[in-house]
């Protein structure tokens, strides 16, 4: 009798944990394809706005030429200080006049099945100014040229606080994004249920190429001064959404 209720619970116990994997199989959670089911879109869209800039940056900068290299940059730095001078009594102020480029190098005279023999030095000193008030910015190129600055580089617009101009392309964004998703929904013969998610791209800032460097020549017997045209500036942000969509 005991030896039968020995086999009994063996096979009793046995039962059980063939029983267990199965029951924890029912339990366990559905494979991840099996979660999500629902029909989405991935759409992409940006928005844009134009506003006008309220600051400027240009490159001055100041060549001479010298038989020796002290030569040639003891006459740069001499016209250089006066172009900075004058930059700053044209209300710049230090933080926004920066060296961007100093160089001195030999200048040699080549003729043919001759070595070449060196002539001289050239040294070059430029300066990034950033005007912030646009009214200025024609008259201080003037008075930077008339004190000595002989080169004028590329000029470029921009704006001292971008927050407001991104968040009108943010606006715009959003709404392009929600239109799209909501025409694609009818003509699928669905209607948007959510916005899953939402991501920004890099707001950006197309503005045409910076004009070409000038000799400071072109300016010099103007009686009028420089005329500039800031224009507009486009701010674009682009964004991309993920739509849940039901019947």
């Known amino acids: 009798m005991k030896t039968l209720m020995r086999a009994s619970a063996l096979a009793f116990a046995l039962a059980a944990s063939a029983a267990a994997p199965a ?3 029912q339990a366990a959670p559905p494979a991840a394809d099996t979660m999500f089911r629902a029909t989405t879109l991935n759409l992409a869209a940006y928005g844009e706005t134009k506003v006008a800039p309220d600051m400027a940056t240009i490159t001055l900068g100041v060549m001479t030429e010298g038989k020796t290299a002290a030569e040639a ?14 930059l700053r009594r044209s209300g ?9 480029n ?3 190098s030999p200048q040699y005279r080549y003729q043919e099945n001759q070595p070449p023999v060196l002539v001289g030095y050239q040294a070059s000193n430029t300066v990034t100014i ?6 200025r910015l024609g008259a201080a190129v003037d008075a930077s040229v008339g004190a000595g600055a002989n080169q004028v580089h590329g000029i470029s617009f921009g704006l001292d606080d971008r927050t407001a101009a991104e968040n009108a392309a943010r606006e715009q964004a959003v709404k392009a994004l929600g239109a799209k998703a909501d025409l694609y929904a009818r003509a699928t013969g669905h209607r948007v249920t959510r916005l899953v998610t939402l991501s920004e791209g890099t ?6 190429p910076p004009m070409p ?9 103007k009686a009028a001064d420089t005329s500039v045209s800031p224009g507009e500036l486009t701010v674009r942000v682009d964004i991309t959404g993920l739509y ?3 019947r």
């Open 73 to 86: 940059m003891q006459a740069n730095a001499a016209r250089m200080n006066s172009v900075v001078a004058s």
């Open 213 to 221: 460097m000038m000799e400071a020549a072109s300016f010099r017997g």
């Open 23 to 25: 029951a924890l199989a």
């Open 92 to 100: 710049l102020a230090e933080k926004d006049i920066q060296t961007s």
């Open 203 to 208: 707001a950006s800032y197309p503005v045409p």
């Open 244 to 246: 849940e969509l039901s």
């Open 102 to 104: 100093l160089n001195l």
């Open 130 to 135: 950033t005007v912030r008030d646009l009214k």
